[in-house]
């Protein structure tokens, strides 16, 4: 099988490549297409995927723990996740995968300008992210991974995620046969955020499409993913910049680079930050501007992941997804944030889902 089955660079993707490497990395391809700021990466495609299954002889496995999984029987579904997912486990990385994975990360280190530099593996199952269904929260993101052979790992985590319990269930209730699942896998480099969110091209609660709804903290979105901290929620008109709501919160803690070289680690935000707005106008200006250049390209409303380097103020967008879901405009907006609400609908679970 050539290099090429394995991995491509995203800068080569497109919409129409989302059946060979999962709706996160074409979206990503299609956002660089259009010049917006995207750190840069690679994809795995489902190749990889089905040359791991297909090497280590899962097949019949995975066959025969499926056919016991029926829409709503939770105990046959986390039993079939179990057992799946304790086998690819143990299953090695072919050689030929782990050799295209060795040489793209090669590829980005020299674009780095660093030995070993962390990246971002995250999922990228086919039909995520699509018009008609989010897969949102329910398989794995790893961060701050370092090194050829811990992406690699890193990789194989990802596609066992394509069992866990909820994504069986989910995939059980749209009535998908369990047997299609299949997963791409996106590497691209980390972003040292001083702030990051997730933004949607319309309100959300009202529906109104001339509204941008910004959720945003300090450092990366782990905090906010896993409830420790209650994002700040702003509301900026597309049109005229004005900011219509700031609602801020106190963020007392944040998710930073372990200063060991992998991974992240929670620390205390300093009391004279933990109670400030972590964007001024200016930022929140420059963030309506990349959502509607994202919404002008993907001709629809959009569910954005952002993050604003240390130091700024480059922005970077590192997945996007069509809204699939807006509260009706006779809704009364909740006293709780609303774009957090928003995000639960969303499937978004307490686990390593954000940048």
């Known amino acids: 099988m050539s290099d090429a089955a394995y991995t491509r660079p995203l800068t ?85 995968v782990r050799e295209e994975v060795s040489r793209r990360y090669a590829e980005l280190a020299e674009t780095a300008g660093v030995q070993e530099p962390p990246v971002a593996v995250r999922s990228s199952a086919l039909g995520e992210d699509s018009e008609d269904a989010t897969f949102a929260g329910q398989q794995e993101t790893y961060l701050w991974v370092r090194g050829a052979e811990h992406v690699c790992d890193a990789v194989r985590d990802c596609w066992v995620s ?13 009535g998908r046969d369990q047997r299609d699942a299949a997963m791409g896998v996106t590497v ?43 994002p700040d929620d702003y509301l900026v008109s597309k049109i005229t910049r004005e900011v219509v709501k700031a609602q801020v919160h106190r963020k007392d803690v944040e998710y930073v680079p372990d200063p060991g070289g992998r991974g992240a680690v929670r620390v205390a935000v300093p009391e004279e930050r933990a109670g400030e707005r972590c964007l001024d106008d200016a930022a929140l200006g420059a963030l309506v501007a990349v959502a509607r250049r994202v919404e002008s390209h993907f001709r629809s ?45 969303f499937g978004v679970a307490p686990k390593r889902d954000a940048d």
């Not at 994809?43 to 791991?52: G, P, V």
């Not at 866990?164 to 749209?174: E, K, N, V």
């Not at 933004?199 to 300090?218: E, H, K, L, R, Y």
Request: aromatic share 4%.
């Open 12 to 96: 080569e993707l497109r919409s129409s490549d989302e059946s060979s490497v999962g709706g996160k990395s074409a979206s990503l391809g299609e956002l660089l297409a259009a010049e917006i700021p995207v750190p840069p990466g690679f994809a795995l495609t489902t190749a990889a995927f089905t040359a791991f299954v297909r090497d280590s002889g899962l097949d019949g496995r995975i066959a025969g723990a499926m056919a016991q999984v029926a829409p709503g029987d939770v105990e046959a579904i986390g039993a079939a996740s179990h057992r799946v997912s304790e086998a690819m486990h143990s299953a090695p990385v072919p050689e030929g």
């Open 301 to 345: 409303h959009q569910d954005i992941e952002w993050a604003i380097a240390r130091g700024g103020p480059d922005i970077y967008v590192v997945q996007s997804r069509p809204v699939t879901a807006v509260a009706k405009p006779a809704q009364k907006p909740p006293a709780a944030s609303a774009l957090s609400l928003v995000m639960s609908q």
């Open 188 to 230: 691209q480099l980390m972003v040292d955020a001083e702030v990051s969110g997730v933004m949607f091209t319309c309100n959300p609660v009202s529906g109104d499409p001339s509204m941008v709804a910004i959720n945003a903290s300090w450092g990366l979105g782990l905090a906010v993913v896993g409830g420790e901290v209650t």
């Open 162 to 174: 394509l069992y866990s319990p909820p994504a069986i269930s989910y995939r059980a209730r749209l």
